[in-house]
């Protein structure tokens, strides 16, 4: 059906359809002032992607990368792991209790002024509490906290019972629970206990603590209505629920105190009557419940929510066994294929962590054999990841926690694999966790702002941003702009999950859910600018447009050191024009370093508010010179009356890189003319791309950038992008010695040789490299540069003076020239033979 195509629509809002659905589509993430665009809040922090459990949002409105802790209090944050158990979506924090429910939290929120007390009306027997912690850890040691004196009582009699989540396969479905800590004698003033928890299944020498999800706190004896005696006058100011027993006595003849009723004592003479004894009742107030683990385990920091594909085993379906957090799922591993390359794990924590250590935890039948390699997500001259690969470590042991240390260091990808130990012999492999730990603030968070939209045509002029940037950190930011919007249709069932148009149109009409339209950067949309490193840096991007993105990367080479971000703002300024619009001739056929004459025409459309430009920067994305031939102005689109600028009263300057730039006598303003800019160049690139900024020199630091379009009807190009044919051209051309032969000698003749060097084929910055030598292979000169177009044609000078300046002796010598690659490419150097003579 027509409707739910996708349509490439031009300046349109956003068409929110759906409800519930719609709102992972409409969350704006910045602030639209009248001079500027403003992201200073959690709120829209929020609403910029990001790796999950990469960054944190800070109260206050700013943002800073996720620190990985060591020696943590894995109660503290359950609250924040979710899992799925038996189809249910569950979270950390109270489980369960016999008594009190409501108050459980508080036995895990951090405060000693807070604390979870039993109904001192029910039984013993329901005196318990279960605390779930989210998510697996390796409990290391507990702390069980009362309130402080005069807070309340400690607990007289307990225990402390960890679960690693299992339920036991029985009719009763419980779960299985393993006694970490108990109290049985009775303890009236002890507020703090620490109880180590030993390794209950097989793990290898010097291991610690245990596999813990549940904890069961149970108390086994109370003194109950004679929790602490007190005297009468203090018993009569308790409250009636505090006050507990008042214990009567009858004195002997010799001198025994004997309890008896209260009817029985107020009945006996006076002489008989001893002492009465008051009780306040007890009340047992547990504060905090802490289990202590190694450190914040990052694969579940970085997976709020089980989420399939975050792990890949190659030739298997995806899943999330091994990183789910729960002990009780696992994975059967199959021995892993060199040949294939198949059935290894790859975990992606989503960005890179400081990390020095791996645990595989397993329920039973481990792996005989494995090995574990990390990467830091860096890739080589093919795109392959490049690994760091341990020792294959054997398992004879059958131990059920398997460990990988290494020095502190960058990790994004942990990859495990599982490897035959004995040939012929059936093996278990079950892997339930793969868990990473470390220290230090992630090192690269990188987050993606939603559509900015700027309401109208906007010229974007500065970018800045501030907060707390430490040594050893940094912050950059990138752009991208448009003004066209793919608006993508969603479809989802009555339950909100997604499906495909078929199955939706397939929903009986009445309770078919409406349609959520999402939008996404159409076709016009510039690629992401060179980064900004520095606040307050002229905008990069395509200007003006309507639309725009943000990209912003908090980058770290210290562990404990983060930069924070507490706001960004990009600042606009009135536009020169309301619109530019330019159109290249020709853009096909082009002969790759060849000289080509083009027509750039451009049409500057004006509203009454517009002040105008004065200046013409005219650039190409090749390191070319521009040579210009002639411009002129005319009438509406189709250059009616043209009159000729230049050569006449434009003047003309040379730029970096080839560019251009034609200065007005004065300002360009208030007339819709077209102009022809008639120039010749060469293209080095099979996309070439030319572009025109307007430019008023009242106002430095304004520049607009004309965009492709329409611009005339004299051509059909709408285009600014050259293209040329190079798949038979070699990176590096024919490099050519001007002269070959020079003499140096000062009489302005042949001084210098010129170092031509053609470069094709290579996108963004390069080192062009010409290095002089002897013939005994001693280098004399380095005239290498960087280059921030690498294609072009580079013209490098060498005045025959060694690099202290001292001139060479006559004779031959040796050059060097050609362009460092990432890759190892072919044709990228050559050697060529210059003379010297005097």
Same mark, same amino acid.
Request: hydrophobic letters at 40%.
């Given at each position: 059906?027509?409707?739910?195509?996708?349509?490439?629509?031009?300046?349109?809002?956003?068409?929110?359809?759906?409800?519930?659905?719609?709102?992972?589509?409409?969350?704006?993430?910045?602030?639209?002032?009248?001079?500027?665009?403003?992201?200073?809040?959690?709120?829209?922090?929020?609403?910029?992607?990001?790796?999950?459990?990469?960054?944190?949002?800070? !109260?206050?409105?700013?943002?800073?990368?996720?620190?990985?802790?060591?020696?943590?209090?894995?109660?503290?944050?359950?609250?924040?792991?979710?899992?799925?158990?038996?189809?249910?979506?569950?979270?950390?924090?109270?489980?369960?209790?016999?008594?009190?429910?409501?108050?459980?939290?508080?036995?895990?929120?951090?405060?000693?002024?807070?604390?979870?007390?039993?109904?001192?009306?029910?039984?013993?027997?329901?005196?318990?509490?279960?605390?779930?912690?989210?998510?697996?850890?390796?409990?290391?040691?507990?702390?069980?906290?009362?309130?402080?004196?005069?807070?309340?009582?400690?607990?007289?009699?307990?225990?402390?019972?960890?679960?690693?989540?299992?339920?036991?396969?029985?009719?009763?479905?419980?779960?299985?629970?393993?006694?970490?800590?108990?109290?049985?004698?009775?303890?009236?003033?002890?507020?703090?206990?620490?109880?180590?928890?030993?390794?209950?299944?097989?793990?290898?020498? %010097? &291991?610690?603590?245990?596999?813990?999800?549940?904890?069961?706190?149970?108390?086994?004896?109370?003194?109950?209505?004679?929790?602490?005696?007190?005297?009468?006058?203090?018993?009569?100011?308790?409250?009636?629920?505090?006050?507990?027993?008042?214990?009567?006595?009858?004195?002997?003849?010799?001198?025994?105190?004997?309890?008896?009723?209260?009817?029985?004592?107020?009945?006996?003479?006076?002489?008989?009557? $001893?002492?009465?004894?008051?009780?306040?009742?007890?009340?047992?107030?547990?504060?905090?419940?802490?289990?202590?683990?190694?450190?914040?385990?990052?694969?579940?920091?970085?997976?709020?929510?089980?989420?399939?594909?975050?792990?890949?085993?190659?030739?298997?379906?995806?899943?999330?066994?091994?990183?789910?957090?729960?002990?009780?799922?696992?994975?059967?591993?199959?021995?892993?294929?060199?040949?294939?390359?198949?059935?290894?794990?790859?975990?992606?924590?989503?960005?890179?962590?400081?990390?020095?250590?791996?645990?595989?935890?397993?329920?039973?039948?481990?792996?005989? #054999?494995?090995?574990?390699?990390?990467?830091?997500?860096?890739?080589?001259? &093919?795109?392959?990841?490049?690994?760091?690969?341990?020792?294959?470590?054997?398992?004879?042991?059958?131990?059920?926690?398997?460990?990988?240390?290494?020095?502190?260091?960058?990790?994004?990808?942990?990859?495990?694999?599982?490897?035959?130990?004995?040939?012929?012999?059936?093996?278990?492999?079950?892997?339930?966790?793969?868990?990473?730990?470390?220290?230090?603030?992630?090192?690269?968070?990188?987050?993606?702002?939603?559509?900015?939209?700027?309401?109208?045509?906007?010229?974007?002029?500065?970018?800045?941003?501030?907060?707390?940037?430490?040594?050893?950190?940094?912050?950059?930011?990138?752009?991208?702009?448009?003004?066209?919007?793919?608006?993508?249709?969603?479809?989802?069932?009555?339950?909100?999950?997604?499906?495909?148009?078929?199955?939706?149109?397939?929903?009986?009409?009445?309770?078919?859910?409406?349609?959520?339209?999402?939008?996404?950067? $159409?076709?016009?949309?510039?690629?992401?600018?060179?980064?900004?490193?520095?606040?307050?840096?002229?905008?990069?991007?395509?200007?003006?447009?309507?639309?725009?993105?943000?990209?912003?990367? =908090?980058?770290?080479?210290?562990?404990?050191?983060?930069?924070?971000?507490?706001?960004?703002? =990009?600042?606009?300024?009135?536009?020169?024009?309301?619109?530019?619009?330019?159109?290249?001739? !020709?853009?096909?056929?082009?002969?790759?370093?060849?000289?080509?004459?083009?027509?750039?025409?451009?049409?500057?459309?004006?509203?009454?508010?517009?002040?105008?430009?004065?200046?013409?920067?005219?650039?190409?994305?090749?390191?070319? !010179?521009?040579?210009?031939?002639?411009?002129?102005?005319?009438?509406?689109?189709?250059?009616?009356?043209?009159?000729?600028?230049? !050569? $006449?009263?434009?003047?003309?300057?040379?730029?970096?890189?080839?560019?251009?730039?034609?200065?007005?006598?004065?300002?360009?303003?208030?007339?819709?003319?077209?102009?022809?800019?008639?120039?010749?160049?060469?293209?080095?690139?099979?996309?070439?791309?030319? %572009?025109?900024?307007?430019?008023?020199?009242?106002?430095?630091?304004?520049?607009?950038?004309? #965009?492709?379009?329409?611009?005339?009807?004299?051509?059909?190009?709408?285009?600014?992008?050259?293209?040329?044919?190079?798949?038979? +051209?070699?990176?590096?051309?024919?490099?050519?010695? +001007?002269?070959?032969?020079?003499?140096?000698?000062?009489?302005?003749?042949?001084?210098?040789?010129?170092?031509?060097?053609?470069?094709?084929?290579?996108?963004?910055?390069?080192?062009?490299?010409?290095?002089?030598?002897?013939?005994?292979?001693?280098?004399?000169?380095?005239?290498?540069?960087? #280059?921030?177009?690498?294609?072009?044609?580079?013209?490098?000078?060498?005045?025959?003076?060694?690099?202290?300046?001292?001139?060479?002796?006559? $004779?031959?010598?040796?050059?060097?020239?050609?362009?460092?690659?990432?890759?190892?490419?072919?044709?990228?150097?050559?050697?060529?033979?210059?003379?010297?003579?005097?």
């Amino acid at each position: 059906m027509e409707e739910y195509k996708t349509r490439l629509l031009s300046g349109k809002a956003l068409l929110l359809l759906g409800l519930g659905a719609s709102a992972a589509f409409a969350q704006e993430g910045y602030r639209l002032l009248p001079d500027r665009v403003v992201v200073n809040s959690a709120a829209h922090w929020q609403a910029w992607s990001a790796p999950e459990g990469s960054r944190v949002l800070l !109260p206050e409105g700013g943002v800073e990368p996720r620190l990985v802790r060591r020696q943590i209090n894995a109660a503290l944050d359950a609250g924040q792991f979710r899992y799925v158990s038996e189809g249910d979506t569950l979270s950390g924090g109270v489980r369960a209790a016999g008594s009190n429910l409501q108050a459980g939290g508080l036995a895990m929120d951090g405060d000693l002024a807070t604390y979870w007390e039993p109904d001192p009306q029910s039984p013993l027997e329901s005196w318990w509490l279960e605390l779930d912690l989210g998510r697996a850890v390796i409990a290391q040691h507990i702390r069980v906290r009362f309130v402080e004196e005069g807070g309340g009582d400690p607990f007289l009699k307990f225990r402390v019972l960890i679960s690693d989540g299992r339920i036991a396969l029985t009719e009763a479905r419980n779960r299985e629970f393993f006694r970490v800590g108990l109290v049985t004698e009775p303890n009236k003033d002890q507020r703090e206990f620490e109880f180590e928890v030993q390794p209950q299944h097989p793990a290898p020498l %010097g &291991s610690t603590g245990e596999v813990a999800q549940i904890l069961r706190f149970e108390a086994l004896g109370s003194d109950g209505v004679r929790g602490r005696e007190v005297a009468s006058g203090e018993y009569a100011l308790l409250d009636s629920i505090d006050q507990g027993a008042i214990d009567y006595f009858r004195r002997t003849g010799a001198g025994r105190q004997i309890q008896v009723e209260k009817e029985i004592y107020e009945a006996l003479p006076a002489q008989e009557q $001893g002492q009465v004894r008051y009780f306040r009742r007890e009340r047992p107030r547990l504060a905090e419940v802490e289990v202590y683990t190694s450190g914040d385990e990052v694969t579940r920091l970085t997976r709020s929510l089980p989420k399939a594909g975050v792990v890949r085993i190659a030739n298997t379906r995806r899943t999330r066994e091994v990183e789910d957090g729960i002990f009780s799922t696992f994975r059967s591993l199959r021995e892993y294929d060199p040949i294939k390359n198949e059935n290894q794990i790859e975990v992606d924590l989503g960005t890179r962590y400081w990390l020095d250590r791996v645990l595989l935890l397993s329920p039973g039948q481990p792996p005989p #054999a494995y090995q574990v390699r990390i990467c830091d997500g860096s890739v080589d001259p &093919s795109g392959e990841k490049i690994w760091r690969a341990f020792e294959e470590r054997q398992n004879r042991e059958v131990f059920l926690r398997l460990e990988e240390t290494f020095p502190l260091q960058e990790v994004r990808f942990v990859e495990v694999r599982r490897l035959k130990l004995e040939v012929g012999k059936r093996e278990g492999g079950n892997l339930s966790e793969v868990q990473v730990y470390g220290e230090g603030y992630a090192s690269e968070v990188v987050m993606v702002s939603p559509l900015i939209r700027l309401g109208r045509h906007r010229l974007l002029s500065t970018l800045s941003w501030n907060g707390d940037i430490p040594l050893g950190t940094r912050v950059e930011v990138r752009t991208r702009s448009g003004d066209e919007l793919l608006h993508i249709p969603h479809y989802f069932n009555q339950q909100g999950v997604e499906i495909d148009v078929r199955t939706w149109e397939k929903i009986a009409e009445a309770e078919r859910p409406p349609v959520v339209i999402e939008d996404q950067p $159409g076709a016009d949309w510039s690629n992401w600018s060179p980064s900004y490193l520095q606040p307050g840096e002229e905008f990069k991007s395509p200007n003006p447009r309507q639309y725009l993105m943000a990209e912003v990367r =908090l980058l770290s080479q210290e562990p404990l050191r983060a930069a924070r971000l507490r706001q960004l703002q =990009l600042h606009f300024d009135p536009p020169l024009v309301d619109q530019a619009l330019a159109e290249l001739w !020709p853009t096909t056929g082009i002969k790759p370093g060849e000289e080509q004459e083009f027509t750039l025409y451009l049409q500057p459309l004006f509203t009454g508010a517009n002040p105008g430009f004065d200046r013409l920067e005219l650039r190409s994305s090749s390191s070319a !010179p521009i040579e210009l031939v002639s411009v002129f102005a005319g009438q509406n689109e189709r250059l009616l009356r043209p009159r000729r600028l230049w !050569p $006449g009263t434009l003047q003309v300057e040379s730029g970096q890189a080839g560019a251009l730039s034609l200065v007005f006598p004065q300002l360009a303003g208030r007339q819709d003319l077209l102009y022809a800019i008639h120039f010749r160049t060469r293209v080095f690139l099979s996309n070439t791309l030319f %572009g025109v900024r307007l430019i008023r020199s009242a106002r430095p630091g304004v520049v607009q950038e004309a #965009a492709a379009g329409e611009a005339t009807s004299l051509v059909e190009s709408q285009s600014l992008v050259a293209r040329a044919d190079l798949q038979e +051209i070699t990176p590096l051309g024919q490099v050519q010695l +001007i002269p070959p032969v020079f003499t140096p000698n000062g009489d302005g003749v042949n001084d210098q040789v010129a170092i031509e060097i053609p470069v094709f084929v290579l996108e963004g910055p390069k080192r062009i490299a010409a290095q002089i030598y002897d013939l005994a292979g001693r280098q004399v000169r380095d005239l290498s540069v960087e #280059a921030s177009q690498a294609s072009g044609l580079h013209r490098l000078l060498w005045d025959g003076r060694d690099h202290q300046g001292m001139l060479q002796p006559p $004779g031959l010598y040796l050059i060097r020239a050609g362009i460092d690659t990432d890759a190892a490419r072919s044709h990228t150097q050559v050697l060529s033979m210059v003379g010297v003579v005097y």
